[in-house]
């Protein structure tokens, strides 16, 4: 049995290159990032981690350090699911959602990457191991840039082997929206796949009215048009806005995304594996989509999802966003032909460089 030994938090403040802005969480200098090592009785280690647009990871740090080693310390680590199970009602009463669930992703993360790294196996073979290629895109928190100054981060991420880019809508006038969006399109030319995300900025009738007005420019989907909670106006946006919805990053639990799915509410299902649970909850939305017969794409995180996007026969669309995380890691993500390449290291192969990292520490 690989008894379970150790949790051991850490909390950080990323300072982002530059100032970021999206139409509802304002203008973003740093963001958050919560790791968590895990080692079982022979010494063998996993890797774990969250991220936040700058607060409350101090309220995961106290999950991490405080609740969760009481209830999963000396247990079988390799029985992930009991685990999962164990922490989640033991935490349920106090945080459905939020930091607790946060909190429960990184571990879940850490506790699998211990397991594939004891048995020598990437995880995106122990997952299920369909493809090790995975299309991605560039996503991009580019609201506040000029026009010109899109078309050149454009430019840049073409240069990197990018094939699909996301941008920002979401400014006070419909018109500027617009007008953004064409200019990405004709830079672009017709047929490179082009994402616009919203970020919950707009009513369900304003979101119909924005995806109307972009039917023109061949949008691969609409992200976020409105409210994650609206799952009826999700629907009705998916049915009369004549353009794909994707939508999952603030969703936070399997039967959330369930609703969504079944209601008829989202093209795209997005969860991200930070804070949906971890790995252990998004396999199962990734299956839950495949069972409607839709695709599952990713929100952040992209050395650990790109894992999981390669495991499953429906996986498409790695958003590829570090947020600056390159810079503390050994190896960052390999892109080919518009392809991330999902490693063949043991785990899920991302070496935090902890030095470096404690420069940094919250």
Known sequence: MAVLTAIEPGYYRLPLPTALTDSMHGEMLAFELNTVRVRDADGQEGVGYTF???RNGAAIDAVLRRDFPEVALGLDADRIEFLWQRLWWASHYG??????????????IALWDLKARRLGQPLWKLLGGHDPRVRCYAGGIDLQLSTQDLLRQTDGNLERGFRAIKMKVGRERLSEDVARVAAMR??????????????????VDQAIRA????????????????????????ARVVREAGIPIAAGENLRT????????AEGGVTFPEPDVTNCGGITSFLKIAHLAEAFNLPVTSHG???????????VPNGDFLEAHGFGLDAYI?????????????????GHGIAFDWDKLQAIRA
């Open 186 to 203: 004709k830079h672009l030319g017709e047929g490179f796949y082009l994402m616009a995300d919203a970020n919950m900025k707009w009513s």
């Open 52 to 54: 936040t647009c700058g």
């Open 254 to 261: 399997l039967w959330e995304f369930k609703q969504l799915v």
């Open 95 to 108: 945080g459905r959602g939020g930091p607790t669930v946060l909190a429960l992703s990184a571990l879940d």
């Open 211 to 234: 995806a109307r007005a972009f039917q023109p420019y061949d949008l691969t989907w609409l992200e976020e048009p409105i409210i994650p909670d609206d799952v009826a106006g999700h």
């Open 301 to 311: 995180a992209h050395d650990v999802t790109v894992h999981l996007l390669a495991a």
């Open 330 to 346: 050994a190896e960052p993500l390999r892109i080919e032909e518009g392809c991330a390449i999902a490693p063949d290291r043991p």
